[in-house]
């Protein structure tokens, strides 16, 4: 099993994956008994805000990493908004094209966004991660 200080490194893992090698990371997660995903972005990142926070909602939804529930929704829409906050520094009104890494194991959640930004003929680069976790409350 993998600890809580390893999740954001494997988060970061996924956001770096090509499709095979997203796979199995995924079913190396899984077998650790996490579940991970992973969803290409891109566009002007400026107006594209709303739409990443959906993509990685819906993509943590669609492989059971969060329940519909609004803690965990929270959870994971929190984690994305200080990934994507981190990489708008760098990356304000330009276009970008990347990747959304998500990784859970137990109540930790991890959300790594990688982006290459088109700048004329130069590329740059930006990563940023958000971590948040789902504690478990007794209930009164």
Do not use: W
Not at 9 to 23: D, F, I, Q, S
Not at 78 to 103: C, P
Not at 111 to 123: A, P
């Amino acid at each position: 099993m993998i600890s809580s200080l390893d999740i954001p490194k494997e988060a970061v893992r996924m956001a770096l994956t090509n499709r095979e090698e997203e796979r199995t990371l995924i079913a190396s997660i899984e077998s650790m008994g996490g579940k991970a995903a992973a969803v290409d972005i891109g566009g002007n990142i400026s107006t594209s805000l709303a739409k990443i926070l959906e993509r990685a909602l819906v993509a943590s939804k669609r492989v059971g990493l969060i329940k519909e529930e609004y803690a965990q929704e929270g959870a994971v829409m929190g984690a994305t908004r200080d990934a994507l906050m981190q990489v708008l520094e760098r990356s304000s009104n330009l276009n970008v094209g990347g990747k959304i890494g998500i990784v859970r194991m137990n109540d930790d959640i991890a959300v790594c966004i990688y982006v290459s930004i088109g700048l004329l003929h130069l590329n740059e680069f930006a990563i940023g991660i958000g971590h948040r976790t789902l504690g478990s409350f007794p209930r009164a």
